[in-house]
């Protein structure tokens, strides 16, 4: 086993930690950070559900080394909301309003992706927003409500 | 996942001296084949080597009529490029197709290839535009043409201590290529059958023409027969023959096509032959509208 240690920014707090070699940005993320939001619902890559936004883009944290990690800046859905205390971010908020969320599992994946997404693509057309989730699987929804929340929260993040 | 040790190489010269030192180590870049081949027991590495901070693998240059790829270029690099979206159409239309987003944010073009799956959507773009590689070492480096790489499912002539540094592509004058892919879903899918094609005209006549199909066959391969029947002839005929149904059939005999958990051999068979008419005609469009 090899150790190697990493520097890197977690929701913007800087973090110096030691990882095995094969150990993945999920596990680190949850069993050393503690930060379960990040869900482990595959661990090959084909759900989603682990996605955090790395370096200004959406990734699956499953498929990313911990190794790999050193030096990037991480934000997993600890992270979104941000500030104030019960303050939602603008895309919680829609997918509140929109009926977005049922079991849970796949928001964060869904909101960080969305987020990302939204950041490069501040006014996406509904097919655009279609393709941006098309690596986070959702069993309870079908996916129209979501796709909605994210219209809507396009519209309201630049009103 | 079952442990390794993982080496991080910083620089090309600190790269070489580690597959020199450890040649049976297993490269790691993007990681998006690594861990799950290994986390399901396929791949078992003692040692992984980690080449994703290797600036000198990474990099798109077009000089001298030859574009020459760095095997870290993502998939994502290469489906916004404006070089390869231009002159290697194929790749471009190709790499837009893997997974889905964050997984093309990551995944390489190096690593597509020498994951060496049959079904690897960049693999048939890069056999039809003609793709060399540049395979390096601690004692060397060598040149192999894409053709002679893959020698079975997963399995390529890499050797014990080489990497792969670099993909060549010439760009020539008057070609177009395009590329589809049929897959159960339309992101997060393993073709059930892909095709690229790349064409080359002189006037009335098509000089050239290549054709490059996945998932029909133990490795991605070039549908030779189908080409023989379409090389030299004028644009002119090849347009009256797609008038025809099935006026590729010659490529049935160019693939060999299994039944796994994606599709049946027949089907493959039945569908190769429209969807290589298809990628032929637009390759041709292309190649007309840039002449």
């Known amino acids: 086993m090899s150790l190697h240690r990493i520097k890197l920014t977690v929701n913007g707090r800087p973090i110096d930690a030691t990882v095995p070699g094969s150990m993945t940005l999920l596990q680190f993320l949850r069993d050393e950070l503690r930060l ?6 595959c661990a090959e890559g084909d759900c989603g559900a682990c996605t955090v936004i790395f370096n200004a883009r959406a990734a699956k944290s499953c ?40 079991c849970g599992y796949c928001t964060p994946g869904m909101l960080l992706t969305a987020k990302a997404f939204l950041d490069a693509n501040p006014h996406p057309t509904r097919d655009e927003a279609r393709l941006a989730i098309s690596g986070n699987l959702c069993r309870c929804t079908g996916y129209a409500k979501i796709v909605e929340a994210i219209l809507l929260a396009s519209e309201r993040m630049h009103e | 996942m079952r ?27 993007g990681a998006t084949d690594f861990i799950p081949l290994v986390g399901a027991g396929k791949w078992r590495p ?30 994502a690099i290469a489906a916004a490029s404006s070089v390869i979206r231009e002159r290697a159409t194929a790749l471009a239309e190709a790499s837009a ?87 159960r879903r339309l992101a997060m899918a393993i073709a059930v059958v892909n095709v690229a094609a790349w064409v080359r005209i002189e006037g009335e006549l098509i000089a050239d023409i290549r054709i490059a199909m996945g998932s029909v066959a133990a490795t991605p391969v070039r549908c030779l027969g189908a080409e023989a029947s379409i090389r030299g002839s004028t644009i002119a005929a090849l347009k009256r023959r797609a008038a025809d149904h099935e006026w590729l059939a010659e490529l049935r005999d160019d693939i060999s096509p299994i039944d796994d958990v994606r599709a049946s051999g027949a089907y493959r068979r039945q569908v190769a032959v429209p969807i290589a008419e298809r990628a032929v005609l637009r390759a041709l469009e292309r190649a007309e509208a840039v002449s």
């Open chain 1, 36 to 41: 379960t939001g990040v869900k482990d619902g």
């Open chain 1, 63 to 102: 498929l990313i080394l911990a190794a790999q990690a050193d030096g990037s800046e991480v934000m997993t859905i600890e992270g979104l909301a941000g500030g104030a205390e019960g303050a939602l971010h603008p895309i919680q908020e829609a997918f509140l309003e929109m009926g977005a969320v049922q």
């Open chain 2, 3 to 29: 442990d390794f040790e993982l080496l991080v190489a910083h620089n090309r010269s600190q790269l070489l001296d580690y597959l020199a030192g450890q040649p049976e180590g297993r490269i790691v870049a």
């Open chain 2, 46 to 75: 003692k040692i992984a080597i980690d080449i994703s901070r290797v600036r000198e693998l990474d990099g798109i240059d077009e000089s001298d009529g030859t574009l020459r790829i760095g095997p870290l270029t993502t998939h």
């Open chain 2, 97 to 183: 197709l893997v997974a889905d987003p964050s997984i093309r944010g990551r995944a390489t073009l190096g690593g597509n290839i020498c994951t060496s799956s049959p079904a690897g959507d960049s693999l048939p773009a890069f056999l039809a535009i003609g793709a060399d590689l540049t395979l390096a070492s601690k004692d060397g480096a060598r040149r192999l043409p894409l053709t002679e790489f893959f020698l079975g499912p997963g399995k390529n002539d890499l050797r014990r201590g080489e990497v792969l540094e670099r993909i060549d592509v010439p760009l020539l004058d008057s070609t177009g290529s395009a590329f589809y892919k049929l897959g």
